[in-house]
């Protein structure tokens, strides 16, 4: 199926590793203007090593999403270079693992802030740039913990809850405007920041799974250009799941209730 994405201009949060990273790839194979934000300029010198390697350029900027004005830059920089921006993808996102009764204050509104304010503002500088040029695609990545959420995990689950909603709610609003607005809710990836917990519960976990087997970035990836491609063009308001069946039923290779 060709997806028609040649020269389209996006921007991809979260962009240095895991989903981020193959996403940004992905649509570099596609033949996109890509750029990648990340806090760690680090981070970014490496992925953008691995882009050239693969036989591409990407555009790197440093961002920390839980500062609108960093999001703000990061708009205004691509629109400036390139005229216009096709397709935004708010991607980065951050957790902290704690008992309920010991999460801070400081602790839920990081989190909040880095996964959800920085969607609601991402999409709002979005839009900003898109609606001068006639539309474009804004996809959102949430996590299976929206719907199947995990204890010590309790502000994390709320914000991947949180953007599912978002989406449906900006995409009823923003589809006049000729955008679509959808996300996409992964399951258990094999990622850079999901390694350790796979690690330690590698066959219990991979047992919650229909296909039985842990998710790579590239199974995520493709539903990202895909969404982005005008193949997609009666699809906006979806969550896309991409878990392998994890969320199909509760009870697969373990006694139902389990907790793992």
């Known amino acids: 199926m060709e997806l028609n994405l040649n020269g389209k201009v996006v921007v991809v949060t979260g962009g240095s590793s895991g989903i981020g990273e193959e996403t940004a790839m992905e649509f570099a194979r596609e033949g996109c203007e890509v750029t990648i934000a990340s806090r760690s300029e ?76 920085s969607v609601f503002w991402g999409t709002h500088v979005a839009v900003d740039y ?36 978002m989406t449906k709610t900006t995409a009823g609003e923003l589809a006049p405007l000729g955008i679509r607005v959808n996300c996409v809710v992964p399951g258990l990836i094999q990622t850079p920041i999901a390694a350790e917990r796979i690690a330690a519960n590698r066959e219990k976990l991979c047992a919650q799974i229909a296909l039985q087997r842990f998710g790579v970035p590239s199974d995520v990836s493709r539903v990202y250009t895909f969404l982005a491609s005008d193949a997609a063009a009666f699809i906006t308001g979806a969550a896309i799941e991409v878990s392998g069946g994890k969320l199909c039923v509760q009870d697969i290779g373990a006694p139902w209730g389990k907790q793992i």
């Open 42 to 117: 680090k981070k970014l010198a490496e992925a953008a090593g691995r882009f050239e390697v693969e036989g591409f350029q990407v555009h790197t900027q440093v961002v920390d999403v839980s500062k609108p004005e960093d999001i703000s830059a990061l708009g205004e920089k691509v629109f400036q270079q390139f005229g216009r921006i096709d397709v935004w993808i708010n991607n980065a996102g951050g957790n902290i693992t704690k008992p309920f009764l010991e999460l801070t204050v400081e602790d839920w509104n990081f989190v909040i802030s880095t996964n959800m304010t």
């Open 130 to 165: 898109m609606r001068r040029t006639g539309g474009g695609v804004i996809l959102n990545t949430s996590s299976y913990m929206a719907l199947i959420p995990a204890t010590q995990k309790i502000a994390y689950a709320a914000t991947k809850a949180g953007i599912v909603n």
